[in-house]
């Protein structure tokens, strides 16, 4: 594995551990220092750094202090973790944003061909972008949950930036997306002609106030999910002291919630944390925030159950529902009580297998109630497009 990109990790941090709790994470992970690579052999969470926002509209600073961030992660206590955890280093900016695009990309595609998990700190939210491409080898197409309160579609015709990004994973070659998921969008943020835009993709878009009023709703849509992007301006301004205020968004405890669920995925297999940069940890010590941020998704993927075969699975009660024409397919985990619902092969089926398609016990019980569950719909029209 080459990661020539990845610069080791500040000495003020490592001497920051000196002092440390000895059971405190810090002195319980990998980290990369100027002497040597820690050895990933046995790695299965890699946390590294981006010093990149080139691309940010708006932009406030350049701040990257990353290293509160990492103090403040490296002072928390870990849970009964068995997975082990490695830091990086950082990606310094390259020549050009190309040249940091294509070490992100590297990056990734190392790790997550070696069933490593990155977990990136940003920059701005368009090295999603970089993220996203680095998943173009692997044969079965991408889900992306977008954790923001814009859909971030843009001007696909323009120069891709921390607005367009979604955009361009939709219009530029190879089509690896097969489903987009934005939470916590909220409507007088994003123009009317990408919420129709959306819908017309058969995409999903779930408003802040859904999500708040029932944080469970996003469980199923997180299990599905290959690749989490969150933007820290999701989080309102009360909860992050995010130097770009959003009066609206996510309480810290929310985000926590909704990360956590994407840990205990088993199919996430990376997470970004962008625009880091906007947060006044200076003034207000706010690190801690993105710190339990990483602890809640590391818990969540402590708490994985490999529930992947299913159909071929003695843990699973098979459920068929008769309704109109269809007869749809529930599966119910023995073990975790979590749902899914079967997509079938169609002729022009893209993943060319039939697919489980995670959902709710409310979406079983509307399927009993004769109400064709909307993810279901939506991902079937996708296949048969």
Not at 290 to 316: C, D, L, T, V
Not at 349 to 364: A, E, V
């Amino acid at each position: 594995m080459n990661f020539d990109f990845l610069n080791p990790v500040e000495e003020e941090v490592l001497e920051f551990l000196h002092t440390s709790h000895p059971s405190c994470i810090g002195k319980n992970i990998l980290i990369h220092t100027s002497d040597s690579f820690p050895e990933l052999e046995h790695a299965k969470i890699a946390i590294f750094g981006v010093l990149e926002n080139r691309r940010e509209q708006n932009r406030i600073r350049d701040n990257f202090d990353f290293n509160s961030v990492r103090k403040a992660f490296y002072s928390l206590f870990p849970g009964n973790w068995e997975e082990n955890i490695a830091d990086l280093g950082d990606i310094y900016p390259g020549e050009s944003v190309e040249d940091t695009e294509y070490a992100i990309h590297e990056v990734v595609k190392q790790l997550i061909e070696k069933n490593i998990i990155p977990v990136i700190l940003g920059g701005s939210q368009d090295l999603t972008y970089a993220q996203y491409r680095a998943y173009d080898y692997r044969k079965n197409m991408v889900n992306v949950v977008n954790i923001d309160a814009k859909f971030d579609i843009g001007n696909t015709d323009s120069t891709i930036d921390d607005n367009s990004y979604i955009g361009k994973m939709i219009v530029n070659p190879p089509y690896n997306l097969f489903n987009y998921v934005n939470l916590g969008y909220q409507t007088y943020l994003n123009p009317p002609e990408e919420i129709d835009l959306i819908d017309k993709l058969f995409f999903e878009a779930y408003r802040l106030g859904s999500i708040t009023e029932d944080i469970s709703l996003a469980e199923p849509i997180l299990r599905d999910a290959d690749i989490v992007s969150l933007d820290i301006n999701a989080i309102s301004a009360e909860a992050s002291q995010n130097l770009k205020d959003q009066p609206n968004g996510f309480n810290g405890r929310e985000i926590c919630a909704l990360i956590r669920y994407a840990g205990i995925s088993d199919k996430v297999s990376s997470l970004g944390l962008y625009n880091l940069q906007n947060l006044n940890i200076d003034e207000n010590n706010n690190a801690l925030l993105p710190a339990e941020i990483i602890w809640y998704f590391i818990e969540g993927i402590n708490f994985r159950k490999n529930e992947k075969n299913i159909s071929s699975s003695n843990n699973f009660l098979k459920y068929s529902v008769p309704l109109d024409n269809e007869v749809l397919t529930f599966y119910k985990s023995i073990i975790s009580e979590r749902w899914w619902i079967e997509i079938p092969t169609y002729v022009n089926n893209k993943l060319k297998k039939p697919t489980f398609l995670p959902c709710s016990h409310k979406d079983y019980l509307e399927a009993c109630n004769q109400e064709i569950p909307d993810r279901w719909y939506k991902a079937r029209r996708k296949n048969e497009i």
